[in-house]
């Protein structure tokens, strides 16, 4: 199989019903869709079997989130490239196309991914991914087209192939021998920062990620959960600690992490005093004792991780703090940093 798509799905009946269609319509012959499902409890099976006979599916015996539940489905599909899709992207003409055929002439890209647009505003970028992901000196992700809340019209302006720092998980194409030996997405962080800590293991590996804005999707974004939840804020909180614990230098490990502890604090206090949100401040602090409980379990993936590394992270990371350039140089969108 050259082309596997897949999409993880639990609960997600009513966006697979709406958006699946145009998955269906403009896939070429040369992939197969794939639905991997996390135990769900709606009608979600029930209308594939009815409703889209030409899809596979993968059944799982419990929901494993949206790491370990890639993870899980990916072991029982032979392709040369994976294509992990959310249940809520709606696909156009021509999407797939770009990026196969720019993985098929360059070896040295391990994964890649389209513009996302809006779904509900198909004139403006996504929040998820945009037009392609960058880390800053602090792990902080940011992207071309969308800096924190900051999300921009898309006027043409990074509709050139890119080198990124990370491709979003919302639509992301991989070879699957690069998925598997970079140790494919880290379960454990159940949902959020794994694609982008599985990018970084890729780029130290030597490999590049690349976005092709001439394919393009549209996303609805916050599907499973939205922005606001105490659950996103502390699963995004936690595991962007720890995959700053696997993937930074020893050089940069405690410079960072020192840093990091001023500025997740400052960011709690920010929900709570300007936010009014109580339920996100205590996240926070509950995120990052959560790290300092588990961070020992990653020492193994660390070490392996810096034996293994073939490019320092100063070629991978933006040398300077996009917080600095957003609150206080006032640059809110990417051309302007």
């Not at 809520?88 to 770009?98: C, F, G, Q, R, S």
């Amino acid at each position: 199989m050259k082309v596997a798509i897949v999409i993880l799905n639990w609960n997600g009946e009513k966006m697979l019903a709406q958006y699946l269609p145009s998955v269906v319509h403009y896939t070429s012959d040369d992939a197969e869709i794939f639905v991997a499902d996390n135990a769900s409890t709606d009608g979600s099976l029930k209308l594939l079997t009815e409703h889209f006979p030409s899809v596979k599916q993968i059944v799982l015996d419990k929901n494993w989130g949206f790491a370990e539940g890639y993870n899980k489905a990916l072991k029982l599909i032979d392709a040369e490239y994976y294509l992990l899709l959310n249940s809520d992207i709606e696909v156009t003409h021509n999407w797939l196309a770009p990026l196969l055929e720019f993985m098929d002439v360059h070896p040295t890209t391990a994964a890649c991914q389209p513009k996302l647009l809006s779904i509900n505003d198909k004139n403006k970028f996504e929040y998820a991914g945009a037009s392609g992901g960058f880390l800053d000196r602090f792990g902080y992700p940011f992207c071309r087209g969308r800096i924190f809340e900051m999300v921009e019209d898309d006027h043409g302006q990074y509709d050139d192939i890119s080198k990124i720092s990370w491709a979003t998980g919302a639509c992301l194409m991989i070879r699957s021998k690069d998925y598997w030996d970079a140790g494919g997405l880290d379960g454990r962080f159940f949902a959020h920062n794994e694609e982008i800590d599985l990018c970084w293991r890729l780029r130290i590996l030597g490999h590049d990620i690349s976005c092709i804005p001439d394919s393009q999707v549209f996303h609805v974004g916050g599907g499973t959960l939205p922005k606001n939840n105490p659950m996103k804020t502390f699963l995004n909180f936690r595991n962007n600690l720890t995959m700053l614990y696997k993937n930074l230098e020893d050089s940069e490990l405690s410079g960072v992490m020192a840093m990091r502890w001023w500025l997740d604090y400052l960011a709690a206090f920010q929900m709570l005093l300007i936010g009014h949100n109580w339920e996100d401040f205590k996240a926070v602090f509950k995120a990052r004792r959560a790290f300092r409980k588990w961070r020992n379990e990653f020492d193994g993936d660390r070490q392996e991780i810096q034996r293994r590394r073939s490019v320092a992270n100063n070629k991978i990371l933006k040398p300077y703090s996009i917080l600095w350039q957003y609150y206080f140089k006032n640059k809110r969108k990417f051309f302007e940093i």
